[in-house]
């Protein structure tokens, strides 16, 4: 049984730092490229980064480029996303997946607002 469970948000200032975490079984996670994916209310899901399964590549969104990084430990199936100098419109569920899949967590809620 494929599983991504996501966790780390939660209600942040403006400015601030979360690191999002996303553990995966029931497929070959170190072997899979991945990405963060978000969704705001009222839009449509928005590609944040990704990252190859080797740790060589790694790719983010203009609006996130230099804010966010993109990690993975292949030893403990697991996918991260720091965020520093949160914005209120980084406001959005997040969402990791596996690239070519219809795998995808349940979303953790990142709140920005003062």
């Known amino acids: 049984q494929v599983q991504l469970v996501e966790s780390g948000g939660g209600l942040v200032q403006p400015g601030g730092s979360l690191t999002l975490s996303c553990v995966v079984s029931?497929?070959?996670?170190?072997?899979?490229?991945m990405k963060w994916v978000r969704q705001a209310p009222g839009k449509a899901p928005e590609w944040v980064s990704s990252?190859?399964?080797?740790?060589?590549?790694?790719n983010y969104a203009d609006s996130v480029k230099g804010r966010f990084t993109i990690s993975r430990d292949n030893a403990k199936n697991t996918l991260y996303l720091q965020m520093n100098r949160l914005k209120p419109e980084d406001t959005a569920v997040y969402y990791c997946t596996a690239a070519g899949t219809s795998y995808r967590g349940q979303g953790t809620q990142v709140t920005v607002s003062s």
């Open positions: 990252i190859d399964s080797t740790t060589t590549f790694t």
């Open positions: 029931g497929f070959p996670f170190s072997t899979s490229d």
